[in-house]
């Protein structure tokens, strides 16, 4: 398994110095002064804005500041914003909890959803049921984002007023941050119906982000069960008078999981690195949003963090899933 490990983490170092370059010349490339998107409505004199420049290393040829930007990313050193004048770690500390506390919300729900629909299509193949699973799969993967995010608003929270529309939590509601992950520090504060608020801004995001997920997740079940349901030995649990429901969990579905952990992995990565149009949508002060702000304002160490970040975050979600690909199934470990 170590040599395993080490083989797999010896192919990120290129892919790695790669997504610095790409994060490094992307926003570059985005037209705009950030010095006149920082300053805003106040004007400098050519001698303070060179001044300006010249402080923040923006007028050092671009090889000169990508070495520079590598030098300070081998120390830890994820610069600083050319806004805030924050450390870019210190706003990515305060800001991820509130992604990961979102994308495991859609993946919770996704999973869930995503797999007991796969299952119960896979064994009702072709019936009315499985038809309305699958295509109510490819209506959820088919629909964008935006729309989506905006009709459960109109629906919920504009006409029925079920849901709240932004935030993670009800205005009145002077929650410490322990943790930064508000399930659990609204929880930890004892406050009655902090939880239950938090629960509720976190119902319409979560669906919004998880519904893609859970259609691909089904999909993907209800191929692989239909794989295994005719396999030899389902036939010989089946002839055995084995409990039905002890074969479809045990031996069916146990084996489906295999192709099944690959996805939820990928998917996994992107809610964490790729959920910027939902935290727009519901003003959800994560990463995502913070990345959107940081593109507008021309900060270039925070967009180059973002994207880094987003990327190894992507990568180490599916390092994870190999390592445990090769753990379900050790043949894979035999072969790299």
């Known amino acids: 398994m170590l040599t395993f490990l080490l083989k797999k983490l010896a192919t990120l170092i290129p892919t790695i110095l790669g997504i610095t370059l ?10 705009g002064d950030p010095i006149e998107v920082m300053m805003g409505e106040r004007r400098l004199d050519p001698e303070a804005h060179a001044a300006l420049v010249h402080r923040m290393g923006l007028d050092q040829p671009l090889h000169v500041q990508y070495f520079d930007y ?6 830890g050193d994820l610069g600083q914003s050319l806004v805030s004048r924050e450390p870019v770690s210190r706003e990515f500390a ?6 990961v506390e979102l994308a495991f919300a859609a993946l919770l729900l996704a999973v869930t959803l995503g797999l007991t629909l796969g299952v119960v299509a896979g064994l009702k193949r072709g019936s009315l049921l499985d038809q309305g699973v699958m295509g109510v799969a490819t ?47 609204s929880l930890l504060s004892g406050e009655e119906g902090a939880f239950a608020s938090t629960c509720l801004h976190l119902l319409l995001p979560g669906l919004v982000l998880g519904t893609s997920t ?25 002839a ?34 790729g959920a910027v149009l939902t935290e727009t949508i519901f003003s959800w002060p994560g990463i995502g949003k913070w990345l959107i702000d940081s593109i507008a304002r021309r900060d270039y160490p925070v967009v180059q963090a973002g994207i880094l970040i987003s990327a190894l975050t992507f990568i180490g979600v599916n390092l994870v899933v190999d390592l445990l690909y090769g753990v379900v199934n050790p043949r894979i470990r035999s072969q790299h």
């Open 214 to 238: 859970m259609a691909v997740v089904a999909r993907m079940t209800r191929s692989s069960m239909l794989e295994v349901l005719r396999e030899d030995y389902i036939r010989t649990a089946r």
């Open 70 to 75: 590598l030098a300070k990313l081998a120390h």
């Open 240 to 273: 055995k008078g084995l409990d039905p429901r002890r074969v479809v969990v045990v031996h069916a579905l146990r084996n489906a999981l295999i192709p099944v952990i690959t996805v939820i992995g990928m998917q996994t990565g992107s809610l964490l690195a």
């Open 22 to 31: 790409v994060a490094f010349g992307l926003i570059r490339l985005v037209p």
């Open 94 to 99: 305060v800001l991820f909890p509130a992604t």
């Open 139 to 185: 209506v959820g993967y088919s629909m964008p984002v935006f729309w989506w995010g905006l009709i459960l608003i109109m629906a919920f929270s504009v006409n029925l007023g079920w849901t709240p529309v932004s935030g993670r939590i009800a205005i009145e509601y002077d929650i410490p941050q322990a943790t930064g992950f508000m399930l659990i520090d």
